[in-house]
């Protein structure tokens, strides 16, 4: 079975900290994927990786980055944590298979900011 | 970025009741997925459909893709609690493969 591992389960952090969310993922796959889910918005997509230190914005990077120096792995950082930054945050990796592409989630970190 | 909107946005029925969730656009999906996600979980892909008019089934659960591929429905009969969950779909985003957008989203619950 794909794993997709994030670092923390719960985390609490006050405004102005520089905050790191880790992902592993343990099927060798090339894309990896950053969402917050927030109440009746769903999932929206934060960062996506396509290879080891290739990245693109999603819909909603402002105030995000993200680092992947192995592929395996795929960080995101909020360099100054607000208090709208409060959210789930769902890491994903994916594969294609015929012609579509699935994605593998891992379980949330839900961060509150301060 | 396509919209997708899904209703109802809250379900909640007793054990062994039948129910159906929807999932529209206005422009016409690649292709759909579904995923459930359950409390204090990640999202799980439940099924991926592809071509118009085409239905599938997993156990209790049936998916359609409209004719026209803007709408798709899950079916849930006889529902039970283990259903219970948050229900999304999702479809292709842009150009970059693996790019999803979300609906926002159904919240069933399944009263024993």
């Known amino acids: 079975d794909v794993k997709v591992t994030q670092s923390s389960r719960y985390l609490v952090k006050r405004t102005g900290e520089k905050v790191f969310l880790e992902c592993v993922q343990d099927?060798?796959?090339?894309?990896m994927f950053w969402y917050r889910q927030d109440p009746g918005l769903g999932l929206r997509l934060i960062y996506f990786s396509y290879d080891v230190k290739m990245k693109e914005k999603g819909d909603i990077p402002e105030g995000y980055s993200v680092s992947r120096e192995k592929k395996e792995r795929f960080s995101l950082i909020l360099e100054s944590a607000s208090t709208n930054q409060t959210s789930m945050y769902l890491c994903?990796?994916?594969?294609?298979?015929?012609?579509?592409?699935?994605?593998?989630f891992g379980s949330g970190t839900q961060l509150s900011v301060l | 970025t396509q919209l997708l909107e899904q209703s109802p946005q809250f379900l909640s029925i007793q054990e062994g009741e039948n129910l159906t969730v929807y999932c529209n656009s206005s422009?016409?999906?690649?292709?759909l997925q579904w995923y459930r996600q359950e409390p204090g979980e990640g999202p799980v892909l439940l099924v991926t459909?592809?071509?118009?008019?085409e239905v599938k089934k997993l156990k209790r659960l049936t998916f359609q893709f409209g004719d026209a591929r803007k709408d798709s429905s899950l079916h849930i009969t006889a529902a039970q609690p283990g259903d219970t969950g948050l229900y999304l779909c999702?479809?292709?985003?842009?150009?970059?493969?693996?790019?999803?957008?979300f609906g926002q989203g159904t919240i069933l619950t399944v009263h024993p």
């Open positions: 459909v592809v071509t118009g008019g």
């Open positions: 422009s016409v999906f690649s292709s």
């Open positions: 999702a479809t292709r985003s842009g150009t970059s493969y693996g790019k999803l957008t």
């Open positions: 099927m060798d796959h090339e894309n």
């Open positions: 994903a990796s994916s594969l294609r298979q015929g012609g579509v592409e699935k994605l593998f």
